[in-house]
């Protein structure tokens, strides 16, 4: 009999979207995508959740509540940036241990709320329990212009491949947490980690420009993430190892943790920055909106043929083994 461990993360959702199979004609989308669609005339409502458990996601030793109540929601207004969708209203469900100090609840909150507040959304329900671990879930709801969504099933052979920012900050800020002989530690790397920047506005711009063919947020790790993009497109592609963005920052301390500099760029996760695939006619207008917006958009690989699969290629032109595409919670 086959394990957790030996299906994946991604095996046992394949898993559940053949069991469950979708049977309203009003759901545009939904296992397979960011967010689950459903269409309303013209527009169409956002659905999306997301989880947070202690001990897995985030440890209460280098955790300040303050920071987990921003990500909390910021986790879940990613996916809806990656659609181009607009957040409205949210429901949380939490699970407390007891002896729970109300101070950490009440800073718990003041987060949530700070980051609600940042992207005008409402909180509308939930529900509370005890619980051995802190448990945070969430479900964001939004809406959008059914003709101006992405999915990630659009890319098409001959596009760009693109990112937003710079990637590996915050899965190296989370080894810099997690290291307790490190005296001198990186405030920028740890924030990057603690409290992302969900891209609502880039998202929302590229849609409404109708740039992107396909996107998807940088939630497990570029590869993974790139390789769901694939996957739903049914295409290949390759990507440039020297033009994945790299800050000063992140050039300054991965060498305490890797040998490879793009190693935790490639595959480290909670970058929470948009990947998309775009018709080489749009550049002009990528470069025009990065410029606008003042945030880097690198391209860095171009899509093929399904037949010709996944690569990462080197600095020599080489291809380079994907031993590792990112993170698997069973794995």
């Known amino acids: ?14 898993k559940i979207r053949n069991w469950m199979r979708v049977s309203r004609p009003e759901v545009l989308r939904g296992i397979g995508d960011d967010v689950a669609v459903i269409g309303m005339g013209k527009r169409s409502l956002l659905i999306t959740t997301d989880i947070l458990i202690e001990g897995i996601h985030f440890e209460r030793s280098w955790t300040d509540p303050f920071r987990l109540g921003r990500k909390a929601l910021a986790v879940n207004l990613s996916d809806i940036a990656a659609m181009g969708g607009i957040p409205k209203y949210f429901l949380i469900s939490i699970g407390l241990p007891k002896r729970l100090s109300f101070s950490f609840l009440s800073l718990f909150f003041r987060g949530l709320k700070e980051e609600a507040g940042r992207f005008q959304v409402d909180l509308i329900g939930g529900d509370t329990s005890r619980s051995q671990k802190i448990i945070i879930n969430i479900c964001l709801i939004g ?21 937003s920012g710079t990637l590996g900050e915050a899965a190296l800020g989370l080894k810099i947490l997690q290291d307790k002989k490190l005296k001198r530690k990186s405030k ?3 924030e990057r980690h603690l409290a992302p920047t969900p891209r609502i506005q880039l998202g929302q711009t590229l849609a409404k420009k109708n740039l992107p063919s ?20 049914r295409v290949g592609a390759r990507i440039w190892e020297d033009r994945i963005p790299l800050s000063g920052v992140y050039r300054k301390w991965v060498n305490i943790y890797s040998k490879d500099p793009y190693r935790i760029a490639l595959d480290g996760g909670e970058d929470y920055e948009l990947l998309f695939a775009a018709p080489k006619k749009n550049r002009t207008g990528i470069l025009s909106l990065a410029r606008s917006l003042k945030t880097p958009l690198t391209r860095i690989g171009e899509v093929l043929p399904e037949k010709e699969g996944f690569s990462l290629i080197g600095k020599e032109g080489e291809k380079i083994p994907l031993k590792r595409l990112g993170f698997d919670h069973f794995k």
């Open 1 to 14: 009999m086959n394990t957790l461990r030996e299906i994946g993360e991604f095996g046992l959702i394949a």
């Open 188 to 190: 920028r790397l740890i």
């Open 143 to 163: 809406d959008g212009e059914k003709r101006e969504l992405l999915f990630r099933n659009g890319a098409r052979v001959g596009d760009d491949l693109y990112v």
């Open 214 to 233: 396909a996107m998807i947020d940088v939630s497990d790790g570029l590869l993974i993430d790139a390789s769901h993009i694939l996957e739903e497109s």
